[in-house]
């Protein structure tokens, strides 16, 4: 047998004077051992002419077994830094350098002092001590500077970040990693790297934990213990999509950054799986009734005197919005509801009958965006005027009272608003950018013609299409940076999520590390097997500064997460409200007696 790479004489005082078998003894009870005899079979390897490289070695004389998704995201060359939790200390230091190396041989993984001693992963490591002080971290400068010329020369460098093996935390109830180091950041910014997030399930067992609790500095020596586990274990490891330098420029401070790349990873442990995957009674849908004629529909159309009704119409496209309550348009509302529910489904949501519509339509008024030279209905919007709804009907005549216990305070506040819904647009139109303005430049209008209307509320869905994650990141983002608390306190939810929060560590990354919109579109993209970015409607009014109020599951409506959001016109920016309405509201509300 080759020479020990971890002899437990050289780790405790007087060591070489303590009886040969008690030693023995101790080697195999903290893994020393197995780590002795699989670093021998190694060496003998290389003896031997193996052409295979040390990690993957080391994964097969342990042995360490994982599944892996997502090996195509690590990029073949250039500047690139993975970045990964650090679960187990050891276990998964080896494994990331047999991943790396299935794409790229010019690695470098920065490890600490303690696995230095593993002779075979010197020429691929990078030294760094976390646990020596002040000292130490003069020391570590001369590592940072070698860290920085390999980035600067295009290579590939392995981190993770927390520096040591994840620990216990009291606040959290479960093992976590330890704060990821803001260092990191500062190098990923001075080199532009590409950055790749990687997670490995798992964690170490309760004895290193309690020696964690006790004397922190000391578990090392347990590391090799934790290897009699992971060998039982088949480890699940996902690398996330890479993220370009660029996108990077949106986190300002280097403690931002690292939350971002720290959420990126952690993100990658949840479900990928779409929420409507996660139920286990499909629901029946009847056939959806075939479209209207289109002449019939362009006859109730030309019915529509256009000084009153015609609100809009593109220069470019042609497309023109209508307005009409929907007692006034019965073809045309029936032409919605089918239309409703053909988009609908297509999104995983629905009513799941023939025709998506309600009683609320016909007292409603309606958007229409009408393609002239097809015949056909491009898109629609509803639109109920909350003053006169409640004077004829009440507050339940509002059509969000179904799904939310509103309080009379909150109708009071929106009493000059319109409850926005059920907006789509048809698939022929979708990729054209121009629709959704097109919808908007109405709504501008519309609310430019009736000024008395200061606010728009209504739900906007997240469908049970996204997968698992991606709606549990929006949602945490939505109630971290977009909550009205004070109008939330009289709106209440009948049947609010649940299992749907992040992990309490997680989202105490959000604060920081997701506080731009982009940066939530960019990484809900990255998650989506499709790629898809946030619901459009959603992204639209977050851009006009849009509060959430309260946030339901509709059950009848494909499980949709639906968040109330409520929009002030007069303190949405400017240069959109001026874009929809040709001018600031406020000021065309004084201007009417309405402010």
């Not at 010019?106 to 760094?128: A, K, S």
């Not at 009014?541 to 968040?563: A, K, Q």
Request: include cysteine; hydrophobic fraction near 40%; aromatic fraction near 8%.
């Amino acid at each position: 047998m080759n020479a020990k790479i971890m002899d437990l004489g050289e780790h405790i005082p007087g060591g070489k004077k303590w009886p040969g078998w008690l030693l023995k003894l101790g080697e195999k009870l903290l893994g020393f051992h197995i780590f002795n005899v699989a670093h021998s079979k190694i060496e003998d390897d290389f003896k031997n002419g193996s052409q295979d490289n040390f990690f993957k070695l080391a994964c097969k004389h342990l042995p360490l077994n994982y599944a892996l998704e997502g090996l195509e995201n690590i990029p073949a060359e250039g500047p690139c830094v993975i970045v990964s939790n650090h679960p187990h200390g050891m276990s998964d230091g080896l494994m990331i350098g047999d991943i790396a190396m299935k794409v790229r041989s010019d690695i470098r993984i920065v490890v600490n002092e303690f696995l230095h001693c593993v002779r075979g992963m010197r020429p691929y490591q990078i030294t760094v001590d976390v646990y020596g002080g002040e000292e130490a971290k003069r020391a570590n400068m001369a590592g940072m500077r070698e860290i920085l010329k390999w980035l600067r020369g295009g290579h590939c460098l392995i981190i993770f970040p927390s520096g040591s093996a994840a620990s216990w935390s009291k606040e959290d109830g479960r093992v976590i990693d330890d704060p990821w180091q803001e260092n990191m950041a500062a190098i990923i910014r001075k080199t532009g790297a590409t950055v790749v997030p990687m997670h490995f399930s798992g964690q170490n067992g309760a004895l290193f934990q309690l020696v964690t609790r006790l004397c922190k500095e000391k578990r090392a020596a347990l590391l090799a213990r934790e290897i009699k586990r992971d060998r039982r274990t088949l480890h699940q490891v996902r690398i996330g999509k890479p993220i370009p330098a660029s996108r990077l420029e949106l986190l300002e401070t280097d403690a931002a950054l690292s939350d971002f790349l720290r959420l990126n990873s952690m993100m990658l442990r949840y479900p990928a799986t779409a929420a409507s995957h996660c139920n286990e009674i499909p629901r029946s849908l009847a056939p959806i009734d075939s479209p209207l004629p289109p002449e019939e529909l362009q006859q109730e159309i030309d019915s529509l005197p256009e000084d009153e009704h015609l609100l809009y119409t593109h220069k470019s496209t042609g497309l023109q919005i209508y307005t009409a309550q929907g007692n006034r348009i019965p073809k045309l509302l029936k032409e919605i509801g089918i239309q409703r529910e053909i988009v609908f489904r297509s999104v995983g949501e629905g009513s799941g009958t023939s025709c998506d519509m309600d009683e609320y339509d016909l007292f409603y008024d309606h958007l229409i965006m009408w393609d002239p030279a097809a015949h056909r209905i491009a898109g629609a919007y509803r639109m109920g005027r909350t003053d006169q709804i409640v004077k004829a009907r009440g507050v339940t005549g509002i059509y969000n009272t179904e799904f939310f216990t509103i309080g009379n305070e909150f109708i009071n506040y929106v009493k000059n608003g319109l409850e926005m819904g059920r907006a789509f647009i048809t698939a022929p139109y979708q990729k054209h950018p121009a629709s959704l303005d097109t919808l908007w430049m109405g709504i501008g209008r519309f609310v430019l013609k009736y000024p008395q209307y200061r606010y728009l509320y209504g739900t906007v869905s997240v469908s049970s299409d996204y997968s698992v994650r991606s709606r549990a990141l929006m949602y945490e983002y939505l109630k971290c940076h977009c909550m009205d608390k004070e109008l939330a306190r009289h709106v209440q939810a009948k049947t609010p999520p649940t299992g749907m929060d992040l992990l309490s560590e997680d989202a105490r990354l959000l604060p920081k590390g997701l506080a731009d919109l982009r940066l939530l579109s960019s990484l809900v993209s990255d998650l989506e097997p499709d790629g898809r970015s946030i619901p459009v409607l959603l992204r639209q009014y977050l851009r006009l500064n849009g509060r959430m109020v309260s946030f339901n599951v509709d059950s009848e409506f494909g499980d949709t997460l639906d968040c109330l959001v409520l929009v002030d016109l007069h303190e949405a920016p400017d240069r959109l409200i001026t874009r929809y309405c040709g001018k600031t509201l406020k000021s065309h509300a004084e201007s009417a007696g309405e402010a």
